[in-house]
């Protein structure tokens, strides 16, 4: 833990890196409905309710597995100049039968189409899981999870 004298309100220091800090809040709006909102602006609808107006909490959690990989694997694939056309990652899970029900098991698949080399995506999946993908690093404490790379 860092000392909290070396902390600012924007950003934290690291390892020697500066990391901006990110916050963000949920204000309910009603029944079971918030609006989200982040530093960055943005906001969005979140129901945890039995209407399912929006995606739920644990739902953004996937979303943003998927969504935190995908932009690795499209950043390390043209880097390497592969021509792919598409990339889709969709996102299988077995969650815990009592609360808190985490994910406990998430299975990631990769959808990726154009003259791509197998090998190109295996190793920008491979660095995505190992070293990017904040998200991935978090989940992996409470959850096994596995991919599997389909060329089309």
């Known amino acids: 833990m860092l000392p909290a004298d070396s902390i600012d309100n924007s950003q934290s220091t690291i390892d ?3 990391v901006p800090e990110i916050t963000a809040s949920a204000i309910w709006t009603d029944k079971d409905r918030f609006i989200g909102t982040s530093a960055s602006g943005h906001a969005i609808v979140i129901d945890a309710g039995a209407e399912k107006t929006a995606n739920s909490p ?7 597995l ?21 990339l889709e990652v969709d996102a299988d899970t077995e969650r815990a039968a009592e609360p808190p029900r985490v994910y406990k098991k998430i299975k990631l698949v990769y959808r990726v189409a154009g003259q791509v080399n197998r090998k190109s995506v295996e190793d920008a999946v491979r660095l995505s899981m190992e070293k990017y993908c904040s998200v991935e690093a978090m989940l992996k404490k409470t959850a096994e999870i596995s991919f599997e790379i389909v060329m089309e």
Not at 71 to 79: A, N, Q
Request: aromatic share 4%; glycine share 4%.
């Open 16 to 18: 020697n890196c500066i």
């Open 58 to 64: 644990m739902e953004l959690v996937l979303i943003g």
């Open 66 to 86: 998927c969504s935190c990989t995908a932009i690795d694997v499209v950043s390390i694939l043209r880097k390497k100049r592969e021509p792919f056309t598409r």
